[in-house]
């Protein structure tokens, strides 16, 4: 079996060659180890060899692991799955950055819950870009009212789009998806000045969402191994 160690070189390099073939600095594309389902020990073990930020799915796994982790420096959590907006307090207290901000009753409750003593939480509006009835996320013209609405707030920062394209699909389908998100993203970003992340692309896919213009890919298996 492969160690974490061996799967964060691998996807680095996948990362470097993908930024090479598209001819772009391999610093504009940041990793984001998914560490969901697998233990602490295993985001210790991706932490050593130099990962910082880590992205979570279930909020209860968010807060157990930051709790046992707290000890790390500098490490980041990213909150990457579905809002129930119950459960939007733990994620405005523990989370520094969150991919999946599909509706404006998310965004109000994660400002109010913001604890004054942290840095404004930073905010993706995750997009269906392609309009699955099972996905969330909103729909491309959706998008600028979310954005002025989470710009209204001190307590967050508007810092980009995230998607998970169709699964499965043929890899023209895929880039055409891919290239509608970062026009979508470079129209955001020429009205927002802070806007610098397009989160799009996992482990089956990374390469073609780095060609197509991702900022931060989001891989998992590639890196833990499968999930059981
Ligand atoms: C699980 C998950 C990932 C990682 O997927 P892999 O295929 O394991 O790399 C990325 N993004 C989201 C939103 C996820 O839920």
């Known amino acids: 079996m492969k160690s974490i160690a061996e799967g964060l070189i691998e996807v680095r390099k996948q990362i470097a060659i993908a930024c090479e073939n598209s001819q772009r600095e391999q610093s504009s594309v940041q990793l984001l180890a998914v560490s969901k389902t697998k233990p602490a020990t295993a985001v210790q073990a991706a932490y050593q060899q130099g990962q910082h930020k880590f992205g979570e799915n279930y909020v209860q796994e968010l807060v157990t692991k930051a709790q046992q982790l707290a000890d790390l420096k500098d490490i980041e959590w990213h909150f990457i799955g579905p809002i129930q907006s119950n459960k939007t307090k733990d994620i405005a207290k523990t989370a520094a950055w969150v991919h999946s901000v599909d509706r404006a009753k998310i ?10 003593g942290l840095r404004p939480l930073n905010v993706l509006i995750q997009v269906n870009i392609d309009d699955e ?11 600028a009212e979310l954005a002025a609405l989470v710009d209204d707030y001190p307590q967050l920062r ?21 290239e ?24 089956g896919d990374l390469e073609l969402a780095i060609a197509c213009g991702s900022t931060l890919v989001r891989v998992g298996t590639a890196i833990f191994g499968a999930r059981t």
């Open 180 to 203: 509608h998100m970062a026009n979508l993203y470079s129209e955001l970003s020429s009205q927002y000045p802070e806007v610098d992340t397009l989160s799009m692309g996992m482990s």
């Open 107 to 116: 965004i109000r409750r994660l400002a109010e819950q913001r604890p004054s």
């Open 158 to 178: 508007l810092r980009g789009l995230m998607t998970i394209p169709r699964a499965n699909s043929d890899e023209a389908q895929q880039q055409q998806s891919f």
């Open 133 to 143: 009835e099972t996905k969330s996320g909103v729909a491309p013209s959706q998008i």
